[in-house]
């Protein structure tokens, strides 16, 4: 049974070691391989333990390189600077493990560092809140997008069409005669209407780009069926992910509007 928490403690630290070094270098580090490295390092620590040789300071660089390509490398110097990565995150774990380990009843031998039950739990603790920030971003995420989209009815020239859009709140377009808001659509087949043009601004030193917005014959929320008063401009080229940005100023003041 020792061998089996042997391997699993030092896996548990390898992982620990790789997530650690993968933040330093805002490097990807792909669950599959840290995997694979971090049981891959627990055996070979597991031989060291038997052949104190294994454990020998050429030996230990050498696994430090071979760790490093747990993160992928684009080109040399970017597997260098994993590499060094690796060192540091090796020398930050190790020391915490090593005064963890005798403040909670571990201990050393043949410079393999066999843990204790508080130990162990502490490990799995620090690997899993490692985790946690990817997986509240993706959360938050998911939040975010989910209270900003909005899907829209547009009636014009006897059709309706359906548009999935988000709420941009860095969306300030009006047309400057009537200072309505201007929702910039995506829709294939949809007939050119002409219209007044808007001046699109963007990121500083982008090129400035003219749309050509219109009176839609309605407008709606589709699901609050609020009728708009707002006009819509024709996007010259799909949009990722959603066919409407929508200006907080066309939904009213619960979005931020005027």
Excluded at 30 to 43: E, H, I, Y
Excluded at 126 to 147: D, G, H, Q, W
């Amino acid at each position: 049974m020792w061998l089996e928490l042997f391997l699993l403690d030092n896996a548990v630290m390898n992982a620990l070691l790789l997530r650690a070094a993968a933040a330093v270098c805002s490097a990807k580090a792909p669950f599959w391989r840290t995997l694979a490295f971090s049981l891959g390092g627990a055996v070979y620590a597991a031989f060291a333990f038997s052949y104190p040789v294994m454990g020998s300071l050429p030996m230990k660089l050498l696994t430090g390189l071979l760790m490093a390509l747990a993160l992928p490398a684009k080109s040399l110097r970017a597997y260098l600077a994993h590499a060094l990565c690796v060192f540091f995150s090796a020398f930050l774990t190790g020391g915490l493990c090593i005064c963890l380990a005798l403040a909670l009843g571990g201990r050393l031998q043949n410079g393999a560092l066999l843990a204790s039950v508080p130990l162990r739990a502490a490990l799995w603790g620090a690997l899993l809140a490692s985790f946690l920030p990817r997986a509240l971003r993706a959360v938050l995420a998911r939040n975010i997008k989910a209270a900003s989209s909005v899907r829209l009815r547009l009636c014009h020239k006897g059709k309706e069409y359906l548009l999935g859009g988000i709420v941009d709140t860095g969306n300030f377009l009006t047309e400057p005669l009537s200072a309505l808001p201007v929702v910039v659509f995506y829709a294939p087949g949809f007939p050119g209407s002409g219209g007044m043009p808007v001046v699109v601004r963007g990121a500083a030193g982008s090129a400035e780009t003219v749309l050509y917005a219109f009176k839609p014959d309605a407008l709606y929320d589709n699901a609050t069926g609020a009728r708009l008063n707002a006009l819509v401009a024709l996007a010259p080229a799909p949009m990722r992910g959603v066919e409407a940005l929508v200006p907080p100023a066309a939904l009213g003041p619960a979005h931020g509007g005027k």
